[in-house]
């Protein structure tokens, strides 16, 4: 039997696939012109290699993290509905990755040769048919926490009371927090740890589901602890760049260089975050919209069609920095421009998927044989 979706949780996708749009502009272009002194000398925008705390810099802060944060509502969104399920159909999930990841390279091999030989005056780097096999990690993390679920974590979540199932979260979590215990995880497999995370995440979405932890805390608490964390990672910032101006030696020729700072997946400013964002969304009550839950659906094609070097380049045809620096204003009216308008293409291809996807359908039967 289908289910039918949730709208508040799809509009929680929506958001998540927002945030993770606007981190990547950020990381790839944005924070590259920012820091690489070979960017400042082409575009001349050396704004802030001065050593003092720019209050301008405070957005570029706030959005380091939203990249890790969208990546753990995902996880939490698929535990919340999966964890409890019996059965997981591996065979419709892969298809539904393999046969969208298929289309967005061929997408992106057919405008990359559209540019190269149309677009003059921009470098842009095309995207070969072969980026089938190198396109966004976040696939393979999502893929392999899914089957570890169909092979096994289903079954053992299951089994555990609610007791032990709160002691295994917070034991992993405390795992995922330490240092120590992270660089064991990571040096026993490369990326171990942000798969554990994963394995984290899934679980907690589905203790959620079926526990409700959270129950007795205020809605304004949870806001609360989102203002919070983001009140963290401005103070976090702050004393980044004073530890950089006390290192830094004025008499000397090196150039004073902003830093903003990052974020792993497994770090605890994005998990709170993003567990809270998920709590914030989970207690909203509306109804079933059937446009906002296409678009939710369609939040997988956005990600593949956005995180690659094409979409980069396109991006970095602004100069973010010299934007910053002079009208605050007109640079983020700018920068929702660019995420709304590459979520947007990332929809309208995905409306092109489905209707390929029927059409191929309804041929099916000239091609082959019942």
Known sequence: MKTSRSSNMELLRICAMLMI???????????????????????????????????????????????????????????????????????????????????????????????????????????????????????????????????????????????????????????????????????????????????????????????????KVRLWGVIAVIIAMNVIVIGNFYLTTASNILNFNPQGEDTFVQAIPSYGNNQIIPLIIGIAMFELFRRIKMPNFKVLNFIGASTFMVYLIHDNEFAYEIWNTQDWITLIYKDVALFVERYLVWILGTFGIGVLLYCLFVILGKVITICKPLVIRK
């Open 21 to 215: 749009v606007a981190y990547h502009i950020y990381t790839h272009c944005i924070s590259c012109q920012l820091t690489d002194l070979q960017s400042m000398q082409d575009r001349g925008n050396g704004w802030f290699c001065t050593p003092d705390f720019s209050k301008r810099l405070c957005i570029l802060a706030l959005v380091a993290p939203w990249g890790q944060i969208g990546n753990a509502i995902f996880l939490i969104i698929s535990g919340y509905f999966m964890a409890s399920k019996d059965l997981i159909d591996l065979t419709k999930i892969s298809k539904k990755l393999l046969f969208q990841l298929g289309f967005a390279a061929c997408v992106l091999g057919i405008v990359s040769i559209y540019a190269f030989n149309n677009i003059t005056g921009i470098s842009i780097r095309v995207m070969p048919f072969s980026c089938f096999n190198g396109m966004s990690w976040y696939i393979g993390y999502y893929f392999l926490v899914i089957v570890l679920a169909k092979l096994f974590l289903n079954k053992f979540l299951k089994g555990l009371s609610e007791k032990s199932y709160l002691m295994f979260l917070v034991v992993l979590f405390a795992l995922l927090q330490f240092s120590w215990s992270v660089s064991v995880i990571s040096n026993l497999g490369g990326g171990l740890e942000t798969l554990c995370t994963g394995v984290f995440l899934y679980s907690l979405g589905g203790y959620i589901k079926e526990y409700n932890p959270f129950k």
